[in-house]
């Protein structure tokens, strides 16, 4: 069974930081892409951030570029989003997502993040 155990959402002030952690099981993680979707209160889901199955290349959406760093350590099966200068903007739930090479895709159940001003 796959499963994700997401953490590290919360309340922050702007300017502030936060790191999200997905650690997932059920499925061979060293072979997947992992990536970050948000998703704000009557908005659509958007992609933040992705990370390749070797962790090798990253990619970020423009919004969160410079600011957000995408990483992974797969001995633990975890994949990791810093987040630095939090803006109100950013408020959402975040969810974890894994992808492999022919389409399969899991997501976690996502965690509240929110910024105040």
């Known amino acids: 069974e796959v499963q994700f155990v997401e953490s590290g959402g919360g309340l922050v002030q702007a300017g502030g930081s936060l790191r999200l952690s997905c650690a997932a099981s059920g499925f061979t993680f060293r072979i997947y892409a992992m990536g970050w979707f948000r998703q704000a209160p009557g908005k659509e889901r958007e992609f933040v951030a992705g990370i390749s199955w070797s962790g090798g290349t990253t ?39 894994a992808n492999s090479s022919d389409s399969r895709t899991y997501w976690g159940q996502g965690t509240q993040v929110t910024v105040s001003s």
């Open 59 to 97: 990619y970020y959406a423009d919004s969160v570029k410079g600011r957000f760093t995408n990483s992974r350590d797969t001995a633990k099966n975890t994949v990791y989003l810093q987040m630095n200068r939090l803006k109100p903007e950013d408020t959402a739930v975040y969810y974890c997502n």
